[in-house]
C-alpha cells in the first residue's frame, strides 16, 4: 500500500509563489513516476508536470517557465515550485505515483490564486 501526503497549498496573489510538497510512504519501488495533476471546478482533471527517479521531467505548455518540478528519492518525495502565479492557476493541485502500472493518488490540496 501506498500513501501520499501533500501539502503546501494556500492564497496567493497574482504574481507570487508558492511551493507544494507530496510525501508517498508505503511500499515504494526503486523506479517510479510522480507527478502533480490539477482540477479546477468544471474542468478535467490535468496533468501540470511530472518527473521520474531518473530525473527526466514533463510539463504542461501552461506552466513551462514558470513551474519547476523536483524531488528527493530519498525521501520518496516530489516538489512543485510554483512562480509567477496567475488566477487560471486556481485549482485543486493532486500528487500521483505510478509504479509498476499502478495509480495512486493524494488527497489533493487547493491552490488559490487572487487577481
Known amino acids: 500500500q501506498v500513501q501520499l501526503v501533500e501539502s503546501g497549498g494556500g492564497l496567493v496573489q497574482t504574481g507570487g509563489s508558492l511551493r507544494l510538497s507530496c510525501a508517498a510512504s508505503g511500499s515504494i519501488f526503486s523506479s517510479n513516476f510522480m507527478g502533480w495533476h490539477r482540477q479546477a471546478p468544471g474542468k478535467q482533471r490535468e496533468l501540470v508536470a511530472g518527473i521520474t527517479t531518473g530525473g527526466t521531467t514533463k510539463y504542461a505548455d501552461s506552466v513551462k517557465g514558470r513551474f519547476t518540478i523536483s524531488r528527493d528519492n530519498a525521501k520518496n518525495t516530489v516538489y512543485l515550485q510554483m512562480s509567477s502565479l496567475k488566477p487560471e492557476d486556481t485549482a485543486v493541485y493532486y500528487c500521483?505515483?505510478?509504479?509498476?502500472?499502478?495509480?495512486?493518488w493524494g488527497q489533493g490540496t487547493q491552490v488559490t490564486v487572487s487577481s
Open positions: 500521483r505515483l505510478i509504479q509498476r502500472a499502478v495509480d495512486y
